[in-house]
C-alpha cells in the first residue's frame, strides 16, 4: 500500500518545486510547449499561482533544455554588447558538449544534434576586434572540442563553412594569424601580450590538426577539393612560422614544437604539397627539407643527441616524423630520383685548415642509434622512426650508396649497423621491422655499384666483425 504524502512534506520547498515543474510538463505536453507558453506575451490563467513557474524555475528548464539553451547561447552572442557576454555564451555551449561527451558516449547526444539543424555558422562569423584576441581564443576552442566530439560523423555543411572561412581573401584571416608580421616582430610586445599570441597560435594549430582528421571519411567532392587547397595553403604558413621561429629576436622552444607538430599532422597526408596554383610541389617539399634538416642539426645532431641536450626532445620527435612523411611526399610528387642529393647535408664545421666535410646522410647514423633513459626502448619514436626514414630513402639506388658511404668510419660498416640491430632479441619489433626493409632494399643494389665503395675502408657489403 502506497500512502499519499502528508501535508508536511507537501510543504518542503524540494517537494513543491517538483510538483510545480511536473504539472507545467504535463499540462501543457512538454517541454516545447512550456517554454513557447512562457516566452509568449499572452499570460493566461489557467491553474493556481502556486502551481505557476517561478523565474528559476524558467530558468532552470531553458538551461536543461538543451536546444532552447543553445538558441538562447546564439540570441546571446548575437546581441552581444561586448565581448564579455560573447565568451560567457561560448562557454554554455562547451558546457553542453561536455554533457554530450558524458552522457552519450559513442553516439551524437542533443546538443550535436541540435547544432546541426540550427544556422549558428553565421552567428560565430560576426567580425571580432582584432585588438581583442583572446575572445578568438575562446571561439576557434569551442569549434576544436566540436570537431572533436562529432569526428566521425562531421556535418559537411560544418566543414566547408570552416574551408570557405579559412580560404577566404578577406583581411587578416585565420591561416595569417598563424605567422607574425614582420612589424609585429620588431616591436616589444608586453608579456600579457606576448602570452596571448602564443595561446593563438597553440589553438589555431590544435583546430587545424583535428580538421586534417576529420576528413578520413569525406567523400563530398566540393569539400574534398577545399580540403586539397587548404593543405598546401596551411603548409606555406606553416613554413612561414618555421622561419620565423627560428629568427633570433622570436626564439623559443614552444612555439617551435607547436609550428614542427602541426607540420606532423599535416605531411601525414598524401598529396599536401600538390595544390598550389603558384609553387611546384617538389619547391615546397624542399623548402620543408631545408628548414626541417637546419632543425634536426642543430638540436641533436650537432649537440651530441639526448645525452647532452635535455632541451628540444620534442622537438627531435616532431622533425623526424616530418622528414619521414616527407620523403614519402617527394617519392610520390618527383618524376626523378634526382631529389635524393636533397639530403645530402655537410655534418661538422668547417675551417680553412680542413678540407670542405663530406656531404651525404650521415646526420642520420646518430639517430639510429637514440636511447633515451628517459623511455624504455619500446617507446623511443626517435629511434624507430629514424629507421623508418632510412629504410624509405634506400628504396632509391642512390640512397642505398649514401648511406652506405655515411657509414665508412663505423665498425662493420652499414651491413654491420643494421645486420647487429636486426639479430639484436632486445629490439623491438618496430625496430627490427624497419632494419629489414632497409636489408630488403640493400640486397638488389648491382654489383657496379658495390665496386665503386670496395676502394674504401668500409663498403655496402662490408663483413660483419
Not at 558546457?95 to 553565421?122: A, E, I, M, Q
Amino acid at each position: 500500500m502506497v500512502l499519499p504524502l502528508s501535508a508536511d512534506s507537501l510543504a518542503l520547498k524540494p517537494v513543491s518545486d517538483m510538483l510545480r515543474m511536473a504539472w507545467n510538463l504535463s499540462w501543457y505536453h512538454g517541454t516545447d510547449s512550456v517554454l513557447k507558453q512562457v516566452n509568449s506575451e499572452a499570460e493566461i490563467q489557467e491553474f493556481l499561482d502556486t502551481l505557476k513557474l517561478s523565474t528559476e524555475d524558467t530558468l532552470t528548464l531553458k538551461m536543461t533544455h538543451t536546444p532552447s539553451g543553445l538558441k538562447d547561447c546564439l540570441r546571446s552572442i548575437v546581441q552581444a554588447a561586448g565581448h564579455r557576454e560573447v565568451r560567457a555564451a561560448l562557454t554554455r555551449m562547451s558546457f553542453y558538449l561536455l554533457n554530450d561527451r558524458l552522457s552519450f558516449k559513442g553516439g551524437t547526444g542533443p546538443c550535436g544534434v541540435t547544432l546541426k539543424s540550427l544556422s549558428w555558422h553565421t552567428t560565430l562569423n560576426r567580425s571580432v576586434s582584432a585588438q581583442d584576441e583572446k575572445l578568438l581564443i575562446d571561439i576557434i576552442h569551442f569549434l576544436n572540442k566540436l570537431l572533436k566530439e562529432q569526428r566521425k560523423n562531421v556535418p559537411v555543411e560544418l566543414l566547408n563553412w570552416l574551408l570557405e572561412l579559412l580560404l577566404r581573401q578577406s583581411p587578416n584571416p585565420l591561416l595569417d594569424l598563424l605567422v607574425l608580421t614582420e612589424s609585429q616582430t620588431r616591436e616589444e610586445m608586453d608579456d600579457v601580450r606576448t602570452a596571448v599570441r602564443q595561446q593563438l597560435q597553440k589553438e589555431l594549430i590544435a583546430l587545424f590538426s583535428t580538421l586534417l582528421l576529420s576528413f578520413e571519411a569525406v567523400t563530398d567532392r566540393k569539400c574534398l577539393e577545399l580540403f586539397y587547397v587548404f593543405q598546401t595553403q596551411l603548409a606555406l604558413k606553416l613554413l612561414q612560422c618555421l622561419r620565423v621561429t627560428d629568427a633570433p629576436h622570436f626564439y623559443g622552444l614552444p612555439s617551435l614544437e607547436r609550428t614542427l607538430r602541426g607540420m606532423a599532422h599535416l605531411t601525414a597526408c598524401p598529396g599536401w604539397s600538390a595544390h598550389s596554383p603558384l609553387t611546384k610541389p617538389l619547391d615546397i617539399c624542399g623548402k620543408y627539407l631545408s628548414g626541417l634538416l637546419e632543425v634536426i642539426t642543430s638540436f641533436y645532431v650537432e649537440r651530441g643527441g639526448n645525452a647532452m641536450s635535455f632541451m628540444g626532445k620534442g622537438v627531435t620527435k616532431s622533425t623526424v616524423l616530418c622528414l619521414l612523411h616527407l620523403s614519402h611526399e617527394m617519392m610520390a610528387q618527383a618524376q626523378s630520383s634526382d631529389w635524393m642529393s636533397l639530403w645530402f647535408l655537410p655534418l661538422g664545421s668547417q675551417s680553412e685548415d680542413h678540407a670542405p666535410t663530406q656531404q651525404g646522410l650521415a646526420w642520420l647514423i646518430p639517430l639510429w642509434v637514440d636511447r633515451d633513459p628517459e623511455v624504455s626502448v619500446k617507446e623511443n619514436r626517435v629511434r624507430f622512426t629514424s629507421l623508418g626514414l632510412g629504410s624509405a630513402l634506400t628504396t632509391l639506388e642512390t640512397g642505398c650508396v649514401a648511406l652506405a658511404n655515411s657509414c665508412q668510419n663505423i665498425s662493420g660498416g652499414l651491413w654491420g649497423t643494421v645486420v647487429n640491430i636486426l639479430l639484436d632479441q632486445s629490439e623491438c619489433s618496430m625496430v627490427r621491422r624497419e632494419v629489414g626493409l632497409s636489408v630488403w632494399f640493400f640486397l638488389p643494389v648491382p654489383l657496379e655499384i658495390c665496386c665503386e665503395c670496395s676502394c674504401k675502408p668500409h663498403s655496402l657489403f662490408t663483413a660483419v666483425d
